[in-house]
């Protein structure tokens, strides 16, 4: 074994068999690990999010009653909705799946792209953030290194997200807990502790909204609420992760969905509401180079030798959660990149899963972007968090109107509560998208802009991509149906192929047309040389045939049928045939494998396949197709065999 796959293998781990019936098992999430591994996201925004807000309110802290009520209730609404989405789309997708079913296929191409925006971006605030609350509690004199740290934290992150998804979150979650534990105490200790003011905090907080009103006007007193309620929008995001990953949760996978959006939801919202209350009681008031969530711990738990050790804990928990929170970037990012492989907006290889079935591809697509995006902005989360918290917006809103037109559309075959369900999909979607319009107005020319502007262009990248693809599928459906000959009849005494003799191997593929070109160019260039032909396809385990048994089943159906079909089309002319087959989620691999197999019975043997030639061959093209002749004919070049590559043009 060399070097380079001692050092995968020491740092990824041992191949997973996507045919064991028990993996299935082995990689999906029970209700507590989902809440770990695709809620910290959301919890984590408790460390910034209701902070945005309080500051936002100036001097008129008393609002601050309504923005934690409103808080806590939009938590909920946004997770009743996504409860609906978890129902109708139990395979997964979430929004994006949403709004391409329900609103259209450009419409879910404006959600996944978001989406995709949104995720890298979760990375990049999270670490940033994380690696502030780190630093400072160190001196400053090491904040020269800030930047560097963040950089090792991000691909420190994409390593243990590479040996798996259950692997990663189980290494996780005592910052999880550690973090949920403690601050849920704090936050009943320090509203237990001035219950006094508790009492009178809501005829207090009426009377000087009154006053305030009588001063500006409710209307100005509106905009306040809104502007403040926009800004803390952060604390919202990460509650679509569960609907977009639920073809990883365990069976009844609609159960456990439910149960992650649940634990989500009470979580959130008592933390995010708990911890504003905690501002409002406490009168905390900003001090520079601090968060608010240091000030207001540091006055419930005191200047002890103790209360500075737990606070330190605190700090440090609410560090490690939002690195944590990182991670659910990891998690849900590239399974909505695979979504959308799957439909051609972007390259088909993100469809693609490692020997450790995790979406390799993604991870390592948004570990870099994330990168990118922390080295140019420096690391500052004030820039990076007006960046973040607006896409999620537009996933939500798109989500939750194609929710209002599903039951619009269902009435009379949906349930009884059809209207209820209507009223509070129209209900949820008029609040998140009236955030959205407040959120862009408010931080659009402060770095708003760049999002939407970032956004736009990967929608017009999957554009292009998607022409590209439609195209050459439309060709090779023609040269399938040119090229495709019917087979008369199956010969009852089949030619057995003679191993001393001639063999041409042929690598088939999804295309009928493809293989049938091989096939005929070889007879055409070597006529009657070869005795024997030997047919070899791969049957690849991707994103959309790991979801269940019965799609492994069909890939497997469909790989045999396409063998068979050229078997039985060499017999039918007296030509010697057999095929060979193989399953895994690295096509090279086993195709190396099952030549390694044949050449050992078939000595005399050469290999053939077809590559498509484009008329402008660039790095674009070798990105969206596999170039998998190529990196074969190496693989067996290095072996001594030979490998022919036919020319196919496109």
């Avoid at 554009?463 to 009852?492: G, R, T, V």
């Avoid at 396809?537 to 994103?543: L, N, R």
Wanted: glycine content about 8%; charged content about 15%.
């Amino acid at each position: 074994m060399s070097f380079s796959s001692k050092l995968k293998h020491y740092l990824i781990g041992d191949p997973l068999n996507p045919f064991n019936p028990n993996i299935l098992r082995h990689v999906s999430l029970v209700a507590l690990l989902a809440w770990v591994g695709l809620g910290a996201d959301g919890l984590s925004s408790s460390c910034y999010g209701p902070e945005e807000a309080f500051v936002a309110l100036g001097t008129h802290q008393h609002l601050a009653l309504y923005i934690a009520l409103a808080t806590a209730v939009t938590v909920f609404i946004i997770s009743l909705g996504y409860n609906q989405v978890i129902e109708l789309f139990p395979s997964g997708g979430g929004g994006y799946k949403v709004a391409t079913e329900l609103l259209g296929s450009y419409v879910g191409l404006i959600s996944g792209a978001a989406l995709i925006v949104d995720y890298i971006l979760t990375i990049a605030v999270s670490v940033a953030s994380g690696t502030d609350q780190f630093f400072s509690l160190l001196p400053k004199s090491f904040l020269h290194y800030k930047l560097f740290a963040e950089a090792m934290i991000l691909v420190m992150l994409m390593i243990i997200n590479l040996r798996g998804m259950k692997e990663s979150i189980k290494l996780l979650m005592p910052i999880f807990l550690g973090f949920v534990v403690i601050h849920f105490a704090l936050i009943v200790y320090g509203i237990a502790i001035h219950s006094k003011g508790l009492v009178g905090i809501i005829p207090d907080t009426i009377h000087e909204t009154k006053t305030l009103a009588a001063t500006i006007g409710w209307l100005p007193l509106l905009v306040i609420l809104l502007h403040a309620y926009s800004l803390g929008s952060g604390t919202y995001t990460g509650l679509e992760a569960v609907s977009n990953n639920v073809n990883t949760l365990s069976e009844p996978r609609v159960r456990t969905g439910k149960w992650t959006m649940f634990y989500m939801a009470v979580s959130l919202s008592f933390t995010a509401a708990g911890i504003m209350l905690l501002y409002l009681l406490w009168n905390t008031i900003p001090v520079p180079g601090r968060t608010l969530n240091a000030i207001v711990f540091h006055s419930i738990l005191g200047d002890s030798s103790f209360g500075k050790s737990l606070l330190f804990m605190v700090l440090a928990l609410e560090t490690g959660l939002l690195l944590v929170a990182a991670n659910t970037g990891f998690l849900a990012g590239p399974r909505v990149l695979a979504n959308m492989a799957v439909d051609s907006w972007v390259p088909n290889r993100f469809r693609h899963l490692s020997t450790r079935l995790v979406i390799q591809n993604g991870l390592i697509v948004f570990g870099i972007s994330a990168l990118v995006i922390l080295l140019w902005s420096h690391g500052r989360v004030s820039l990076l968090v007006i960046l973040y918290s607006i896409n999620v917006f537009i996933t939500f809103s798109l989500s939750l109107l194609g929710l209002s037109v599903y039951w619009a559309k269902h009435r009379s075959k949906a349930s009884p509560r059809w209207r209820a369900r209507l009223a509070f999909s129209l209900f949820a979607f008029l609040i998140t998208s009236s955030i959205l319009c407040v959120t862009l107005s408010t931080k659009f020319e402060s770095g708003g802009w760049f999002t939407v502007m970032i956004t736009c262009a990967v929608v017009g990248l999957c554009l292009l991509i998607k022409k590209h693809y439609i195209s050459i599928n439309k060709k090779l459906a023609e040269l399938d149906a040119q090229l495709k000959q019917p087979i008369i009849e199956k010969p009852i005494a089949p030619v057995i192929p003679d191993p001393q003799q001639p063999t041409a191997v042929i690598f088939v593929g999804k295309s009928c047309g493809v293989g049938m070109h091989t096939l005929l160019c070889v007879l055409r260039v070597f006529p009657r040389y070869f005795k024997n032909f030997i047919f070899v396809s791969v049957g690849i385990v991707d994103v959309e045939s790991f979801t269940a048994e019965t799609t492994l089943e069909k890939m497997q159906r469909e790989v045999s049928e396409t063998l068979e079909y050229f078997v039985d089309y060499c017999q039918q002319y007296g030509m010697a045939a057999e095929s060979y087959s193989a399953f895994g989620t690295d096509t090279v691999e086993k195709l190396t494998q099952l030549a390694e197999e044949i050449g050992e019975k078939y000595p005399n043997c050469i290999f053939f396949a077809s590559k498509l030639i484009f008329e402008h061959d660039n790095w674009i093209t070798r990105i969206l197709h596999n170039e998998t002749p190529t990196t074969l004919q190496r693989y067996l070049h290095l072996q001594g065999k030979e490998l022919m590559i036919l020319p196919m043009k496109i």
